[in-house]
């Protein structure tokens, strides 16, 4: 029956029978949608207040302190004791987060010193500034998966762009893209991060233009490798032949039958992006300070040696992450594999 389908159909099919790569994109995804909605899971404003027979959306909107029966005009501070007992007492009701912190709260009521261990209120305890670690690794999480889709996208765009060009057009083009791409391979990528970092101000979309310069150059040999291959087939002869516009080649016949490896790295090509970014900020050459992140949590494990919290939660969705990512590459490269037809 399977043969009746279409390649992509089949492909799937083959992709479900993996059930280890199957079921950790079926989890990678829940994460990743988690992550995204990480305001609504872990938010130190609750989501609803109802207070005096008003209703107020905290998560949306900022209101005075003042507002809940405080004394100042500064925005409410939500946990402090105070303010939930205006809130949820006399009639009064509020609807928090399942973990009531954001990615930057400090806890300035905890009631032990900086990094805590797992407490009921911090469920993963806390960093050393105090921020909740359950929070932190949500944020995070989510930070470094987008990072690493946009890095993925970005160098599969150039990788797939360059190698096209060399595969197809051969000869002096394809040399002189190799020889470029040797000499642009061949400079010292970290030491450029360090000289841009020491001159200009840190930023994601920086890092991204960075690590983008050199992520394209590893697709690109496979690409240009199908191109080589695929050029010399009957059908872009016949293409040829009909007088058809090199583009139009490109893109509607070849580029097609030439996706095969582009797909199949698509997993990993993630992992590597996300493990980058996370030795990055290991290092201090990553995202700008405050900004949630899995390396500057493994820094900080690293230095609060006691704190085994931290670098044990930590190390662990990293390690998850990556697992998932390599389980599912796998399947996807056994379900593009024209050798593993299985009937």
Not at 79 to 95: E, K, V
Not at 128 to 143: E, I, K, P, S, T
Not at 266 to 271: K, V, Y
Not at 279 to 293: A, C, Q
Request: with cysteine.
């Amino acid at each position: 029956m399977e043969r009746h389908l279409s390649p992509t159909r089949r492909a799937w099919q083959r992709f479900q029978r993996n059930r280890l790569g199957y079921w950790s994109l079926l989890l990678f995804a829940a994460l990743v949608l988690l992550s995204l909605c990480a305001e609504l899971v872990s938010n130190d404003r609750p989501l609803l207040v109802r207070y005096q027979g008003q209703t107020y959306f905290p998560i949306a909107q900022d209101y005075p302190e003042k507002t809940f029966g405080g004394d100042f005009d500064t925005p409410t501070d939500y946990l402090d004791p105070f303010i939930r007992q205006q809130i949820t007492s006399g009639g009064n009701w509020a609807l928090y987060t399942l973990n009531p912190y954001g990615a930057s709260t400090i806890n300035y009521f905890a009631q032990q010193p900086n990094p805590a261990p797992p407490s009921a209120a911090n469920w993963l305890g806390t960093d050393d500034r105090g921020r909740d670690l359950l929070a932190q690794l949500l944020y995070g999480f989510r930070v470094s998966v987008l990072f690493g889709l946009a890095l993925t996208v970005t160098g599969v765009l150039l990788g797939v762009l360059t190698g096209a060009i060399q595969g197809f057009f051969g000869g002096k083009v394809d040399l002189a893209f190799q020889r470029f791409i040797e000499i642009w391979g061949s400079m010292p990528e970290l030491y450029l991060l360090i000289i841009f970092s020491a001159v200009l101000a840190p930023s994601v979309g920086l890092l991204l233009v960075l690590l983008s310069l050199f992520g394209w150059m590893g697709l690109s040999d496979y690409v240009r490798a199908e191109f080589l291959r695929n050029r010399q087939l009957d059908y872009v002869k016949a293409a040829r032949a009909l007088g058809l516009p090199n583009r139009q080649i490109m893109l509607r016949h070849i580029l097609p039958n030439s996706l095969t490896p582009v797909v199949t790295f698509l997993p990993f090509r993630m992992s590597a992006a996300i493990l980058a970014l996370t030795s990055l900020d290991f290092l201090g050459l990553g995202v700008p300070p405050g900004t949630p992140s899995l390396g500057e949590l493994l820094s900080q494990g690293k230095n609060n040696i006691d704190a085994w919290w931290i670098s044990l939660s930590t190390f662990a969705v990293l390690v998850l992450t990556l697992l998932l990512l390599t389980f599912m590459g796998d399947a996807l490269r056994d379900a593009l594999d024209p050798r593993k037809n299985h009937g």
